[in-house]
């Protein structure tokens, strides 16, 4: 007997216990479920989506975070240029020191 043909909640004499009407509502969400995930899952939204709706935040802010990790990048590929250059410019420990501290530095 297929879950359609089975009596639901209300339905004829073939529903003995509770357990029987619950097996039966089951199995007829669980046939619901195959057929919507054999259509494709229409309605369905990605994880991404989930999460951001049970976290409470908007699209507009995965948007900043992803101009944020853009910018982020960015400024790593300059690093990483710069870095290959030689560093120009770059300071050493002790001249830096020596500016913040100026005259104090020196024992």
Do not use: C
């Not at 935040?57 to 853009?70: I, K, P, T």
């Amino acid at each position: 007997m297929s879950p359609r043909d089975r009596p639901t909640r209300g339905e004829g004499e073939g529903v003995g216990s509770t357990d029987d009407v619950e097996e039966v509502d089951a199995e007829v969400l669980y046939a619901e479920f195959l057929r919507w995930e054999a259509a494709g899952r229409p309605g369905a939204i990605s994880h991404e989506e989930v999460t951001r709706f049970l976290l409470g935040q908007s699209a507009s802010e995965d948007r900043n975070e992803d101009a944020e990790a853009a910018e982020a990048a960015a400024i790593s590929a300059k690093m990483d240029e710069w870095e290959a250059a030689g560093r120009p410019g770059a300071k050493s420990h002790e001249e830096v020191m020596a500016e913040i501290l100026g005259d104090a530095g020196e024992p």
